[in-house]
């Protein structure tokens, strides 16, 4: 079957250019002794989690509880979540992992920690911990002048064991062009180097400093500071990053395909791709240089202008060869939540489809027990 003779919508997703995504981020890292540990909220997909393993990942990052069960069940041995967990019900849940694994937890408060270490002295088990550091996006974390004084609550939890420190420098995404992303790679390095430094000169033992994002992966991958580098939406890209800089329009292999349903106007298409594929995303930290919903690949003549649930607006700007009945790919502003609504996006080479991949991992793909 040719990709052309899919139904619309649909998720559409180039293998050769997933593979090279995967491939190119893994050999800068490993040629910089970097270990490399993807987050994998972007594409929620045990079978492109376990091409990441294969290609060299040291482990995973993972958004939810739902993601590292299911990773780990698909084989892979090592998790790091990056926010604190302090349901005591998602809790067990991991204590329960751990048997199966290696897992990794984050902390920037005492209250969650204190909480962690009264249940792994129930089972008499100790996990490893990062402490969080705020590099800037004032979501999570504690400021480096902070961290030393957190490290020393800490402490004296004795089924804890600080390993690190890690940041998420996603405030990235909220820069007004795509020369202000060395900016905030500068900073990043600058706020861990600072981190590290006091914490060791109080006496504590940091192993291991992560970061991550893609769009500052290629700045600091060879930076002497960071050991792990924990990039996501690499393995797709995306019109966020098209518009940072970081990629070109032939490195992102996930589009939205859809059909010409309607030219009401001279300078307008209807196209049966909506909000319900795209999202309303213009990033998730607001990003001043993205415009409209997506990007029509190969028609800079077209812009989409607007989403309704089932249906998007596409803007003609000057001359275009296409019309009704014609099928068109729109890169998303932004893939990581793109692929929350889908069960499957299709895998495809050249023109010809290849393989479905399971979107497995997408919202709560657990169902409690009741």
């Given amino acids: 079957m040719k990709t ?24 800068l890292s490993d040629k910089n002794k970097k270990e490399l540990w993807p987050m994998t909220k972007t594409h929620k997909s045990s079978a492109i989690a376990k091409m990441q393993i294969k290609y060299g990942a040291k482990g995973l990052l993972v958004g939810t509880v739902d993601e590292a069960e299911s990773f780990i069940k698909a084989g892979v041995k090592e998790i790091t979540f990056p926010y604190p967990i302090a349901n005591p019900v998602d809790i067990k849940r991991v204590i329960d992992l751990t048997k199966r694994g290696r897992v990794i937890l984050s902390f920037d408060n005492v209250e969650s920690a204190k909480i962690w270490n009264e249940m792994l002295v129930e089972v008499d088990s100790t ?27 800490l402490s004296e939890f004795k089924n804890l064991k600080l390993i690190g420190i890690s940041t998420h420098p996603g405030h990235v995404y909220g820069i007004t062009s795509g020369s202000g992303v060395a900016e905030i790679s500068r900073q990043e390095i600058a706020t861990m180097s600072t981190a590290k430094n006091l914490l060791v000169e109080n006496g504590f033992e940091v192993d291991v400093v992560a970061s991550g994002s893609t769009p500052t992966f290629f700045d600091v ?28 329009e032939e490195d992102c292999s996930l589009t939205a395909l859809g059909t010409i349903i309607s030219r009401p106007s001279e300078n307008l298409f209807i196209v049966d ?6 999202g309303l995303d213009k990033g998730a930290h607001g990003s001043a240089l993205i ?57 495809y080479r050249g023109d010809e489809v290849s393989e479905i991949i399971d979107i497995d991992v997408r919202g709560n793909s657990k169902k409690p027990v009741i």
């Fill in 4 to 27: 052309k003779e899919l139904s619309t919508p649909n998720f559409i997703l180039n293998l050769d250019v997933l593979e090279n995504n995967i491939k190119t981020v893994q050999e």
């Fill in 127 to 153: 996990l490893e911990y990062f402490i969080l550091i705020n590099s800037g996006l004032n979501r999570l974390g504690v400021l480096p002048e902070d961290c030393v004084w957190l490290a020393k609550k």
């Fill in 221 to 248: 991958v060879d930076d002497e500071a960071l050991d792990v580098l924990r990039p996501g939406n690499y393995v797709f890209y995306d019109n966020i990053q098209l518009s940072l800089d970081v990629c070109k």
């Fill in 273 to 278: 791709v909506g909000s319900k594929c795209l």
């Fill in 291 to 347: 415009t409209g919903f997506g990007r029509v690949k190969g028609h800079n003549e077209l812009s989409v202008i607007g989403l309704s649930e089932e249906v998007g607006k596409i803007q003609i700007e000057g001359d275009t060869d296409l019309s009704i009945g014609d099928k068109i790919e729109i890169i998303p502003n932004h893939s990581c939540s793109c692929l929350n609504m889908t069960s499957y996006v299709v895998g």
